[in-house]
């Protein structure tokens, strides 16, 4: 792998963490439950992307 593909890799990881913990604080605001429970669902897909750019390293 490249230092060019690492250093995408590395931000693409960042926003994932970013994104899954902007959902994460903004569900813990939210009292609507249906809205809540997406809200979560997001979270847990930005977890995903994670995981899977993590094992590209």
Do not use: R, W
Not at 12 to 25: D, N, V
């Amino acid at each position: 792998m490249s230092p060019k593909e690492l250093t995408y890799i590395e931000d693409a990881l960042g926003h994932e963490k970013f994104l899954k913990t902007q959902c994460q604080e903004a569900a813990k605001n939210l009292n609507d439950q249906e809205l809540k429970s997406c809200v979560e669902q997001l979270s847990q897909k930005h977890q995903q992307l994670f995981d899977s750019f993590y094992n590209l390293v």
